[in-house]
């Protein structure tokens, strides 16, 4: 019996998958942002972008700012699971424009690279994030399971899923969400500093616009 505790007392920690995930995304993170940086300036030295790309580039870019605005007027973060606006039709519309607004860069400048290392970043870092997510809000909500079932993780469905209600819980818990309340709220947008995605979309587009021809214009005065 003293061996067993011995041996248990003396054995590390075991990491569940999702921990050991997490490790993983932070050391990456700052490098693959690196990455894609240098690449996004390569593709913008290599050739200038296609109007065209660009025009179509909106068409994810905005529904991906907008999805993420949005959903920034009605989340409460560790507060209340959320169920109402975007929330209805998936599980993570914060994620869901994020990846809405990197698909669109990706097609403005026609990089499969770009669009590669965005694709593997997104993958290593939001996958357990995800999961680290819906563990706290399995054990936090009792909601969360019948949530689950009917909506999806990311792929969103066409129509609001129906949550029960309060009224409709026995316990009346506060744990439980409520689907006849929430709206959206300029002033939880607001605390969410969610304006910062579309500060950072106009800025790319600047870029997109002017950054080829500053470095040009650097490059030739230096000769």
């Not at 921990?19 to 913008?44: C, E, K, N, S």
């Not at 357990?128 to 990311?154: H, K």
């Not at 439980?176 to 910062?196: I, K, W």
Request: aromatic share 12%.
């Amino acid at each position: 019996m003293a061996d067993h505790s011995t041996n248990q007392n003396s054995r590390p920690a075991q990491l569940d998958w999702i921990a050991r995930w997490q490790r993983v995304a932070r050391r990456i993170r700052v490098p693959l942002g690196f990455l894609t940086a240098v690449l996004y300036v390569f593709d913008l030295w290599r050739h200038a972008p296609r109007p065209a790309a660009v025009v179509w580039s909106l068409a994810l870019v905005l529904p991906g700012v907008w999805l993420r605005a949005y959903a920034a007027g009605y989340v409460k973060k560790n507060r209340e699971l959320t169920v109402t606006g975007p929330y209805a039709h998936t599980r993570n519309p914060l994620y869901l424009g994020s990846m809405l607004i990197a698909a669109g860069f990706a097609m403005a400048l026609l990089s499969w690279a770009v669009a590669l290392v965005l694709a593997v970043g997104f993958s290593v870092i939001y996958i357990p994030v995800i999961a680290s997510e819906e563990r706290f809000l399995r054990a936090t909500f009792p909601g969360f399971d019948a949530y689950c079932r009917s909506v999806p993780r990311l792929i969103p469905r066409l129509t609001p899923a129906r949550q029960p209600s309060k009224k409709d819980s026995p316990s009346g818990s506060d744990l439980v969400p409520d689907a006849t309340a929430g709206s959206f709220s300029f002033e939880l947008y607001r605390r969410h500093r969610e304006y910062n995605a579309a500060i950072g979309a106009a800025l790319l587009y600047l870029s997109l616009l002017f950054l080829r021809p500053a470095m040009e214009a650097i490059l030739h005065g230096t000769r």
